[in-house]
């Protein structure tokens, strides 16, 4: 059974540049939120996608937008990076339109803006 | 506003010996999900625990327990026999159960490390 994977495991940018983060779900998972985990702190809510629409959306800037493709899969992408966007930024999937069942998570994506 | 707090943040443990870590929230809801997460080394976060707020019962997964005071806002997770691969980051968190929302609230987490 696949878990949830992302690509790439690493990345480093500088500022004003454009990222693309990719997540493919867990198998049979339908539904992925993406969150960002500064260091040493808890992750915090970016956004989710269902049906291929963005359902929910937390406090983060127009800059960071993403997408969900046909098979479940999504793309994060933050525009005009800032040094602050330098995290570990995490997908998590889960199954079906109940906004509760478990969030399962990848092993993220860290991201460094210099 | 929901919130979670660990106020523990790095604790130590013998192995084979049981170690408590605490976690309370804030809400005004009556119906939620709580859940301990562990994010080892190696950083993948791995669920660990999941109680539903409408059950009285305290969710118990092998090793690993909780106790689930609803009144008192508190969800502490009790790890018994510790093992070295307990050693990670942990993270209570929260979701509310009554509304249309798939947000995960988190805590600023627990740095577990399991002494040999």
Known sequence: DAGVTQSPTHLIKTRGQQVTLRCSPKSGHDTVSWYQQALGQGPQFIFQYYEEEERQRGNFPDRFSGHQFPNYSSELNVNALLLGDSALYLCASSLGRNYQETQYFGPGTRLLVL | ?116
């Open chain 2, 1 to 116: 506003a929901q919130t979670v707090t660990q106020s523990q943040p790095e604790m130590s443990v013998q192995e084979a010996e049981t170690v408590t870590l605490s976690c309370t929230y804030d809400t005004s809801e009556s119906n939620y999900y709580l859940f301990w997460y562990k994010q080892p080394p190696s950083r993948q976060m791995i669920l660990v625990i999941r109680q539903e707020a409408y059950k009285q019962q305290n969710a118990t997964e092998n090793r690993f327990s909780v106790n689930f005071q609803k009144a008192a806002k508190s969800f502490s997770l009790k790890i018994s026999d510790s093992q070295l691969g307990d050693t990670a980051m942990y993270f209570c968190a929260f979701i509310k159960g009554s509304s249309n929302t798939g947000k995960l609230i988190f805590g600023q987490g627990t740095t577990l490390q399991v002494k040999p």
